[in-house]
């Protein structure tokens, strides 16, 4: 009867430990949630104005409202219209994708003519030293003025399109290249022709 007693009175202790820490897991979460949302808006609001500079402000886009091929465009989560002084200055898109690792995430920059104007990784969980390099601006960098179909190579011959890839890394090298050329082939098919 003691020993029953015993594991009794220990399942109610640890009953009670597990309610408060779930209260204080709860608690922790309710006094964070805003601060962490507001500072992913923050990244991505800056992540927008650093791939499309030449716009001032941005306006979130039903992308429903398109009826896209899921297949083809799925993995684009946002499409903002950026403007400067009321006049149309181009598109952002965000797209999530997967290269070495789940949820890669990156925005890409497009003027009202479809040419890249930039492109910025946000989170990702790809390798250190290899695929992260992906975030680096002379990964990057290299897409901004893309107008055309893009060919990722390791070893560039200069043709238009070129994309080289980061040595180590052509998965993620792989991946990024197809997320532009979706958001490239999304405004060339959707975009362009609305003037939205």
């Given amino acids: ?16 430990i597990t309610v ?9 979460y309710g006094v964070t949630k805003e601060p962490i949302e507001y500072q992913a808006e923050l990244k991505a609001t800056q992540a927008r104005q650093t791939v499309l500079p030449s716009a001032q402000e941005f306006e979130e886009m ?49 003027d ?24 680096k601006p002379e990964f990057v960098g290299q897409y901004v003025g893309a107008d055309g179909p893009l060919t990722l ?12 890839a980061i040595t180590g890394a052509t998965i993620t090298s792989t991946a990024v290249t197809n997320a532009v050329t979706a958001a490239k082939s999304f405004f060339d098919e959707h975009l362009a022709k609305e003037g939205a």
């Fill in 112 to 135: 009202v003519g479809g040419v890249v104007t930039g492109v910025a990784i946000g989170s990702h969980e790809e390798t250190p030293g290899l695929g992260a390099n992906a975030a």
């Fill in 1 to 16: 009867m003691k020993n029953k007693s015993s594991i009794l009175n220990l399942a109610l202790r640890l009953a009670v």
């Fill in 62 to 110: 039903d992308l429903a409202a398109f009826s896209a091929d899921a297949a083809q465009y799925g993995e684009i989560q946002q499409l903002y219209k950026g403007t400067a002084g009321g006049e149309l200055a181009g598109y952002t898109i965000s797209i999530v994708t997967r290269g070495y690792s789940p949820n890669l995430s990156l925005t890409v920059g497009l």
């Fill in 153 to 164: 190579v390791k070893t560039p011959t200069g043709a238009d399109g070129e994309i080289t």
């Fill in 20 to 28: 408060c820490a779930g209260l204080a897991l709860g608690l922790v």
